[in-house]
C-alpha cells in the first residue's frame, strides 16, 4: 500500500519555464512534508518542507503547495535550471514520530537548455 | 553541517557472502535509518534505530540486520547475500527539532 505516490515518473521542461512536480498521499494523520533532490551516485539531499498547518511555504525559486483536503503537495521550481535536472522524491512524516519518513517512488527531471 | 558518511561507495559481493555496510554520523543525533532505494520504487525504510542497542524493523527489513554499538554508528548487515539485494543503499540521520532527514553518499551495492 503506497502511502506517499508520485504518479509521473518523468517530466521535461525547458530552461527558464516552470517545472511542478506532483505528489499524493492517502495518510491524513500526516503533518509535515519534505522534498528531496537526487543526483546519480549521491544520497538525496534536503531541499524544502511544509508544515500540515500551512499552505505554502517558498525558498528562493522552490515553492511548495499543500492541499490537504485533496491530499496533495506540489513542488514549482521558477526559473528552471539544467542543474535542476535531477530525481525528486516527495516524503511525508508524522511529527515528533522517530522521524520516520514516507518516500514516493520519485520523479526524475530532466531541465533542457 | 551535518556530515554522514558511508564506508564504501561501490561494493561487489558474491551469493552468500556476508556483507557489512557502515555509517557513521557526526551530530549526535539519536535517530539513524537505512533505506534502499530501487528505480520505480522510490525510497524504502529497512531499518530505524532511535538509541544505541535500540532497532526497529522499517518495511522491509528481510534479509537483513543491524547493529547500534555506538551512538554514532549505525550498520547494515546482509546475512547472506542474494541478487535482488543488488541496489543503491542508504544511511539517514535525523535533525530532530526540524524532522529533517540528512543522507550519506549510498553504497552502490552488487551481488553477482
Known amino acids: 500500500d503506497q502511502q506517499v505516490k508520485q504518479n509521473s515518473p518523468s517530466l521535461s521542461v525547458q530552461e527558464g519555464r516552470i517545472s511542478i512536480l506532483n505528489c499524493d498521499y492517502t495518510?491524513?494523520?500526516?503533518?509535515?512534508f519534505l522534498w528531496y533532490k537526487k543526483y546519480p551516485a549521491e544520497g538525496p539531499t534536503f531541499l524544502i518542507s511544509?508544515?500540515?498547518?500551512?499552505d505554502k511555504n517558498e525558498d528562493g525559486r522552490f515553492t511548495v503547495f499543500l492541499n490537504k483536503s485533496a491530499k496533495h503537495l506540489s513542488l514549482h521550481i521558477v526559473p528552471s535550471q539544467p542543474g535542476d535536472s535531477a530525481v525528486y522524491f516527495c516524503?511525508?512524516?508524522?511529527?515528533?514520530?522517530?522521524?520516520?519518513?514516507?518516500f514516493g517512488q520519485g520523479t526524475t527531471l530532466q531541465v533542457k537548455p | 553541517d551535518v556530515k554522514v558518511t558511508q564506508s564504501s561507495r561501490y561494493l561487489v559481493k558474491r551469493t552468500g557472502e556476508k556483507v557489512f555496510l557502515e555509517c557513521v554520523q557526526d551530530?549526535?543525533?539519536?535517530?539513524m535509518f537505512w533505506y534502499r532505494q530501487d528505480p520505480g520504487l522510490g525510497l524504502r525504510l529497512i531499518y530505524f534505530?532511535?538509541?544505541?542497542?535500540?532497532?526497529e524493523k522499517g518495511d522491509i527489513p528481510e534479509g537483513y540486520s543491524v547493529s547500534r554499538e555506538k551512538k554514532e554508528r549505525f550498520s547494515l548487515i546482509l546475512e547472506s547475500a542474494s541478487t535482488n539485494q543488488t541496489s543503491m543503499y542508504l544511511c539517514?540521520?535525523?535533525?530532530?527539532?526540524?524532522?529533517?532527514?540528512?543522507f550519506g553518499p549510498g553504497t552502490r551495492l552488487t551481488v553477482l
Open positions: 516524503a511525508a512524516t508524522l511529527s515528533g514520530n522517530t522521524g520516520k519518513l514516507i
Open positions: 495518510n491524513s494523520m500526516f503533518d509535515y
Open positions: 511544509i508544515s500540515s498547518i500551512k
Open positions: 551530530m549526535d543525533h539519536e535517530n
Open positions: 534505530s532511535y538509541d544505541v542497542k535500540m532497532k
Open positions: 539517514a540521520t535525523i535533525d530532530t527539532p526540524s524532522d529533517t532527514q540528512y
